[in-house]
């Protein structure tokens, strides 16, 4: 089993940032990718980002140029800088990961962009 929990949401106005954080405990040994979705209302989860244990990362068309995901493999912790948000950021989001073809949530964060 692996344990995801986030931290790092809030309020937020147009055109700020925000620092997401999650930390995995548990069963962590070879944990390859960590990534983070999103999912607003009435609205399907999808990816924002991603990133390997080597340092690989994987963008959002939509958050390209505004977010940047981080690793720390020592601290079993990845983070997302959000910058230039924008009200359509406004979601519930999520860290993920996959370990032995088994998916593992946290339990999400709320991020609101007020304009």
């Known amino acids: 089993q692996v344990q995801l929990v986030e931290s790092g949401g809030g309020l937020v106005q147009v055109g700020g940032s925000l620092r997401l954080s999650c930390a995995a405990s548990g069963s962590i040994f070879s944990i390859n990718y960590m990534g983070w979705y999103r999912q607003a209302p009435g609205k399907q989860r999808e990816r924002v980002a991603g990133i390997t244990s080597g340092g690989t990362t994987y963008y959002a068309d939509s958050v390209k140029g505004r977010f940047t995901i981080s690793r720390d493999n020592a601290k079993n912790t990845v983070d997302l800088q959000m910058d230039s948000l924008k009200p359509e950021d406004t979601a519930i989001y999520y860290c993920?990961?996959?370990?032995?073809?088994?998916?593992?949530w946290g339990k999400g964060t709320l991020v609101t962009v007020s304009s």
């Open positions: 993920y990961t996959n370990r032995y073809g088994d998916d593992y």
